[in-house]
Each structure stands twice: as structure tokens, then as C-alpha cells.
């Protein structure tokens, strides 16, 4: 009866601590889902208006992440993803020209802290640095100047992610990001749906 108790508590205690192993080690993943950039922009001269918009259209990107279980239930991590948007440029037009804004790529570099509410479910918060690639072209009746810009910024945000099998997890996910101030505005609100093979 000893020994039966014994091998129980084992294979119980081993249950959980393969469950604890969910949330840690490397991990690649993909995601996509909506995003809106609002946009405030200055003048491109005399006779082209400045550009006040916002814009919705679909991303989609990859990622790469580590996370490490730091106690009991608490798990913090970091991730590095790279994102395109499809039809996200904007611009207006103005009596002698336009100006246009089209957003190539973005890249992300983030920490996240994390609480296990269930062993395979993590609430977590994310925070850190974001950059976006932005083309901006004024064009004129006679001339077309093109210029290409990194707006570098700050992310934040919080999710849910979920053990779907032993090395599958599916995650959704909201963040704000803010690449400019003032007359510079450049602000991007998505929310993106995931999935990530962990090793």
C-alpha cells in the first residue's frame, strides 16, 4: 500500500511539473489580424495639405520568443517578430501635389510577464520597443521626392495564449504602439491572433 502511495505521488508530481515545462524554452510562431494606424502629419508644402487619417488593414507576421517559468505560475519572456500590412499606405492631395505615406514593415523587440491561471493557460502583459519603416513621396506637377524613415517607438500591451497540444499554442493578443508625437502622429492599434511551436 506504502510503495502504491509512494508511486502515485511520483507520477503526480511529475504531471505537474511536465505541465509547468509549457511556458518555457524558445519558440517560433506566426500571427495576423487587424490593424489601424492613426496618422497627423505636417504639410509637404506650400500647396499640399498635411495629412490627418486613419487607416484599418489586415497584418500578418512571424516571431521568434523565450520564456522562462521565474516561480510558481509567474512566467516572463522576450520576443522578436517582424510584421507586414497589406493596404495600409495613406495620403492627400492638394492643388499643386500630393503626399503619400506607405508603411513597408515592422519590427518589434519585447519583454512579457505572464500568470498561469490554469497549467497550459498564460495572462500576460507585453511592453518594449517598436520601429516602423515608413516611405513617405511628395509629388508636384513637375518633380517626385521619395524618402524613406524608421519611426522608432514604444509597445505596449496583453494577451491570453493557450497549450493546444503538447507543442502547439494559440494566443490573442491586443497592443498599442506609439511611433510619434504632435504634428508627427503616429499611432498603431492591432489586435492579432497567433500560434507558436514551442521546443
Do not use: C
Not at 522578436?80 to 495600409?88: G, R, V
Amino acid at each position: 500500500m506504502k510503495t502504491r502511495l509512494i508511486i502515485a505521488a511520483a507520477l503526480a508530481g511529475w504531471s505537474v511539473h511536465a505541465s509547468a515545462q509549457d511556458f518555457n524554452g524558445p519558440s517560433v510562431g506566426v500571427q495576423a489580424g487587424w490593424n489601424r494606424t492613426d496618422v497627423r502629419l505636417p504639410a509637404g508644402g506650400k500647396e499640399i495639405p498635411g495629412v490627418d487619417q486613419s487607416k484599418d488593414a489586415f497584418v500578418a507576421g512571424a516571431f521568434l520568443g523565450y520564456d522562462y517559468e521565474v516561480a510558481p505560475h509567474v512566467v516572463l519572456g522576450a520576443q522578436a517578430e517582424f510584421n507586414l500590412a497589406a493596404s495600409d499606405g495613406f495620403g492627400v492631395a492638394g492643388s499643386a501635389g500630393a503626399l503619400r505615406a506607405d508603411p513597408r514593415y515592422a519590427f518589434d523587440l519585447t519583454a512579457r510577464a505572464g500568470y498561469l491561471a490554469t497549467p497550459k493557460t498564460l495572462i500576460y502583459v507585453r511592453g518594449g520597443y517598436s520601429n516602423t519603416r515608413v516611405r513617405t513621396t511628395i509629388s508636384t506637377n513637375s518633380t517626385r521626392i521619395s524618402s524613406s524613415d524608421n519611426r522608432d517607438g514604444w509597445m505596449v500591451g496583453g494577451g491570453a495564449e493557450r497549450m493546444i497540444t503538447d507543442h502547439v499554442s494559440a494566443r490573442i493578443e491586443y497592443r498599442y504602439a506609439d511611433l510619434g508625437e504632435g504634428s508627427n502622429k503616429f499611432d498603431r492599434h492591432q489586435i492579432l491572433v497567433g500560434a507558436a511551436y514551442r521546443f
